[in-house]
């Protein structure tokens, strides 16, 4: 029922900045909670932070509050990660995905029902 585009991705150094994006198609955004995962290189895919479908409750892996900022703007049919003060190892690939009906937990990649292709965040030291 929607489809997810993430961009903004790039290289920047520590202590840098970046803002992703990801775009989602449709007009029904709203119905769905949005999560942001990411991929370091070897390891497994880790939570980062979510949002809820108004955009009101934002939630947030320890390793990246006051850190990253969540939001949303179903106008747009956007969802955005903010990613300030960035450190060599939140390198990884970024993938935000889309819920539509809560089943247990908001921290867990099998939670999610639709996903973006990724885009690389490579913070250099």
């Known amino acids: 029922q929607v489809q997810l585009v993430e961009s903004g991705g790039g290289l920047v150094q520590a202590g840098g900045s970046l803002r992703l994006s990801c775009a989602a198609s449709g007009r029904t955004f709203s119905d769905y909670h949005m999560g942001w995962f990411r991929r370091p290189p070897g390891k497994e895919r880790e939570f980062v932070a979510a949002?809820?479908?108004?955009?009101?409750?934002?939630y947030y892996a320890d390793s990246v509050k006051g850190r990253f900022t969540i939001s949303r703007d179903n106008a747009k049919n956007t969802a955005y990660l903010q990613l300030n003060s960035l450190k060599p190892e939140d390198t990884a690939v970024y993938y935000c995905?889309?819920?539509?009906?809560?089943?247990?937990?908001?921290?867990?990649?099998?939670?999610?029902?639709?996903w973006g292709q990724g885009t690389q965040v490579t913070v250099s030291s």
């Open positions: 949002i809820t479908k108004s955009g009101i409750s934002t």
């Open positions: 995905a889309a819920d539509r009906f809560y089943t247990g937990s908001h921290v867990s990649p099998e939670e999610y029902d639709y």
